[in-house]
């Protein structure tokens, strides 16, 4: 069975911190990932995607993907409270296109 | 563009009633999924189309829940009899290829 795997939270940094939020997934065939930005009330937002180990950088957001190591992270950088929000962190197979999703992290920055 | 269009955005009905959730994609877009989401259970994939076609209905809970995609511009998620455990948010998204974009949700609630 597929899994995805994010840090618990809830994770509260300061205003003008680096926010870290990590994933890890289960299948070693997973080949597209992605972050989404989800608002209380609101839909998932697609806010990052990554397809090769390394980073990704947009913005204040960069996104890291190890395969070998079955990890994918999302670092924002001078975070804002509209950042404010539960990180969502999506993984696709290479022949599906069935996202599995993992629980979410929720995110607070504090002014 | 629009983005994705969920109508209606709630829905309240008793038990037993029919409900039926309305979703029109992303022009151009060959995917769509339909999605739940509850706080128990997180995001969960229902049924996803590829061109208009059902590819995997395997999430669909029970009997009681239907899909159609008559064409490219339109899909609808049928619940017949509705029961208070299907209660959640609803949520149609459309994809390109890789990633998906969500609609605004339908939130139902059933009494």
């Known amino acids: 069975q597929k899994e995805v795997e994010q840090n618990s939270g809830p994770l509260s940094v300061p205003e003008g911190a680096i926010a870290s939020l990590n994933c890890t997934y289960s299948?070693?065939?997973?080949?597209?990932f992605f972050w989404y930005r989800q608002y209380s009330g609101k839909s998932p937002e697609l806010i990052m995607s990554?397809?090769?180990?390394g980073d990704k950088e947009d913005g204040r957001f960069t996104a890291q993907l190890n395969k070998a190591s079955q990890y994918v992270s999302l670092l924002i950088r001078d975070s804002q409270p509209s950042d404010s929000a539960t990180y969502l962190c999506a993984v696709l197979e290479r022949t599906a296109r069935q996202l599995t999703f993992g629980s979410g992290t929720q995110l607070t920055v504090l002014p | 563009d629009a983005g994705v269009i969920q109508s209606p955005r709630h829905e309240v009905t008793e038990m037993g009633q029919e409900v039926t959730l309305r979703c029109k994609p992303i022009?151009?877009?060959?995917?769509l999924f339909w999605y739940r989401q509850t706080m128990m259970r997180g995001l969960e994939l229902l049924i996803y189309?590829?061109?208009?076609?059902?590819?995997?209905d395997s999430g669909m809970p029970e009997d009681r829940f239907s899909a159609k995609m008559p064409n490219a511009s339109f899909s609808t998620l049928k619940i017949q009899p509705s029961e208070p455990r299907d209660s959640a948010v609803y949520f149609c998204?459309?994809?390109?290829?890789?990633?998906?974009?969500f609609g605004p949700g339908t939130r139902l609630t059933v009494l």
């Open positions: 299948d070693r065939v997973s080949q597209s």
């Open positions: 022009s151009g877009h060959d995917y």
């Open positions: 998204a459309s994809s390109p290829s890789r990633e998906q974009f």
């Open positions: 189309f590829n061109n208009n076609v059902p590819i995997d």
């Open positions: 990554i397809y090769s180990n």
